[in-house]
């Protein structure tokens, strides 16, 4: 008698214990669907006040770091309470933009191998691969798009676009100017080659440009890629890199100093100084625009219709602060820009013969615009 109803009492407690278990895990997944409940309700609801718009493209922003007012009177000031968490991130499964990361993936996609692998670790930063993965799926897009947030490790008071851009390594987004820092730092000791660990800071920038698609060559082509791993990355460099013609004016002084121990400073020079060249079109062709990136190219502009516009351009850089024609005493820059202008727009030519479908008015243009700088 007393087995069976010590028998009674070990059911009673056991059903008794699980029925707390699923009780507990309800209550875990319902917690979990009002987080993703109010993220779905905080989709789209963002002022122009959260927002802080890129200077080089207005279409695209980042979040504001925010701060709680309400904490203001306090005499304890808490600087983890006073900061509002509002930043979002992709995930890279639904591409939806969600607050809480984590739970999302409990909720929505705990069926998926890599968030149970992720699940079954331990630890703050087990989601972070995802979390990053997602992050630069998104970026990419707003790139191509030119247009949408970008989701960015610190978030500044102001920024450019072109200022920003992913580790090579691990795809996580940021300052490119502290990319080596974070290679230091991130990838010192982690499974990557020796050679990738050895790489300068600008050829990390290079890397990370090139991701992006910033650079405008094949990465197998290493005659312009000695050139643009020893060039500063600015505003200058990153207009050159990507327009096709300034790459191939680049190959082309590479080629012409072949031997020379100083040939890709000679092309870098070259490189450099129509990228000014183009600069100067572009400023001069909607002034109205400032700081904003415009999509002209170099070959947009080597057209009869706008040679005036280039003789201009050519003149601004060869002395940008000139008053009258008499003050250009020194014309060395001109002088360059006119034989690497005849370089590039044969090089234009002869790309438009190679095609398999060539345009003859493409290259009667550029047969005109030729003419135009043999008889002016």
């Known amino acids: ?57 207005k279409h695209i922003y980042i979040r504001k770091v925010l701060k709680n007012n309400n904490l203001e009177g306090s005499s304890q000031p808490n600087k983890k309470l006073d900061r509002v968490y509002n930043q979002k991130h992709c995930c890279f499964l639904c591409k939806k933009m969600v607050l809480h990361l984590p739970s999302h993936f409990k909720s929505k996609h705990h069926m998926v191998p890599e968030i149970k692998e992720a699940l079954m670790k331990t630890g703050k930063r087990r989601f972070d691969e995802l979390r990053v993965k997602g992050d630069h799926m998104n970026n990419e897009q707003v790139l191509k798009e030119g247009k949408g947030e970008l989701i960015i ?40 080659s020796d050679s990738t660990k050895l790489q300068s800071k600008k050829v990390i920038q290079l890397n990370s440009d090139r991701e992006v698609g910033r650079v405008n060559i094949e990465k197998q082509s290493n005659v312009v890629n000695q050139v643009l791993e020893i060039m500063t990355r600015d505003e200058v460099k990153v207009v050159a890199q990507g327009d096709e013609l300034i790459c191939a004016l680049g190959e082309s002084w590479m080629r012409r100093n072949f031997g020379n121990k100083k040939a890709k400073y000679y092309a870098s020079q070259h490189m450099r100084l129509m990228a000014k060249f183009l600069m100067n079109l572009r400023e001069l062709d909607c002034p109205s625009l400032g700081n904003e990136v415009q999509a002209q190219s170099l070959w947009d502009f080597l057209v009869p219709s706008k040679y005036d516009l280039v003789v201009a351009a050519a003149v601004q850089l060869a002395y940008p602060y000139m008053d009258d024609v008499d003050d250009l005493r020194s014309p060395s820059n001109a002088i360059k820009i006119k034989y690497d202008i005849l370089k590039v727009i044969n090089e234009k030519w002869a790309r438009i013969q190679i095609r398999g479908n060539p345009d003859p008015e493409e290259a009667h243009k550029c047969d005109t615009f030729l003419r135009l700088m043999n008889i002016k």
């Open 1 to 57: 008698m007393y087995t069976t109803i010590s028998f009674y009492f070990i059911a009673v407690l056991s059903s008794d214990s699980s029925e707390e278990e699923e009780q507990c895990l309800q209550e875990d997944t319902e917690q979990e669907k009002e987080i993703v409940e109010q993220e779905n309700d905080f989709e789209d609801d963002i002022e122009e006040d959260e927002i802080l718009r890129a200077k080089d493209n």
């Open 153 to 192: 490790s610190r978030r500044p008071k102001e920024f450019r676009v072109t200022d920003f851009g992913p580790c090579s390594i691990c795809f996580e987004w940021m300052k490119i100017d502290y990319l080596h820092k974070h290679h230091k730092r991130a990838h010192s000791e982690t499974s990557v």
